[in-house]
């Protein structure tokens, strides 16, 4: 009962400081919440939660990183959580899971229906976001990832102390960043729901494209990384001893 009725709408929100050196004084608590693995369905408790942390944290930027919608019937909900958090004061800025590329949208049409809540999807691509430089390739897994057009685009900015955040929904990208590619300040994935069904600390099931990820924080190829456990369900509409999160990160000043 617990892993269908209670866990799956149990928000855990995980707050992390991140410092971060030569940090403009302007960012130094700026604040990012990472959603992830949705699979909208409704507008149910934790939907509801993730708007409130939000509006209370006074979060500046919410990131989604793919498996948001898998089906158009979830577009209008799509657009209410987006609204809701553009309302509670955020930027809202996306990139694409293996989920989106299965349901028959195309980056085109999905970027449309973000842009009506004024969110924004980047794929492959780069935009200055607050002061945050913010990256973000196709999925690794389902889609068409292309580092060259990501870093052609990141070179276009400019990035001199700005932090950086890479965006990406399948961790095993985070191997795969070429090695002449920038470090960044903090990558962000999901897709693995953090095993979803855990016994203790063992995950038995994570889907490909996880790489060695499973959950929380990594040093990789691309920087200081984080895989979070993502807010929805997935084939199974369960969870168990791995509740739905809401990461919230703060930057601050290296000192």
């Not at 269908?4 to 960012?27: C, G, K, N, S």
């Not at 577009?75 to 958090?85: D, F, K, Q």
């Not at 004024?118 to 945050?132: Q, R």
């Amino acid at each position: 009962m617990d892993a269908f009725a209670i866990e799956p709408a149990w928000l855990d929100v995980t707050r992390h400081d991140l410092a971060i050196e030569r940090l403009p004084l302007a960012l130094d608590g700026f604040s990012i919440a990472h959603v992830t693995d949705a699979h909208l369905r409704s507008m149910g408790r934790v939907e509801l939660g993730i708007i409130e942390a939000v509006r209370q944290s006074q979060i500046q930027l919410v990131v989604l990183t793919g498996d948001i919608v898998d089906r158009p019937e979830s577009l209008a909900v799509l657009a209410e959580l987006c609204s809701g958090l553009r309302a509670a004061g955020a930027a809202v800025v996306a990139t694409l899971g293996n989920w989106e590329h299965w349901g028959g949208f195309t980056a085109l049409g999905l970027a449309h229906e973000y842009a009506r809540t004024g969110a924004s999807l980047l794929v492959n691509e780069c935009a200055d976001v607050g002061g945050v430089v913010v990256a973000a390739t196709d999925d690794g897994y389902a889609g068409a990832p292309r580092w060259d057009q990501t870093l052609a685009s990141l070179a276009k900015l400019d990035t001199k102390g700005a932090p950086r955040l890479l965006l990406t929904h399948s961790p095993a990208m985070f191997e795969q960043l070429p090695f002449e590619a920038p470090r960044f300040d903090l990558s962000l994935a999901g897709h693995t729901h953090g095993g979803q069904i855990r016994f203790g600390p063992f995950a038995p099931l994570v889907p490909p494209g996880s790489g060695r990820f499973v959950k929380g924080f990594y040093d990789t190829r691309a920087g200081r990384a984080y895989v979070s456990r993502g807010t929805g369900t997935s084939l199974v509409p369960a969870r168990f001893l791995c509740r739905p999160e809401l990461p919230v990160f703060r930057l601050r000043a290296r000192r």
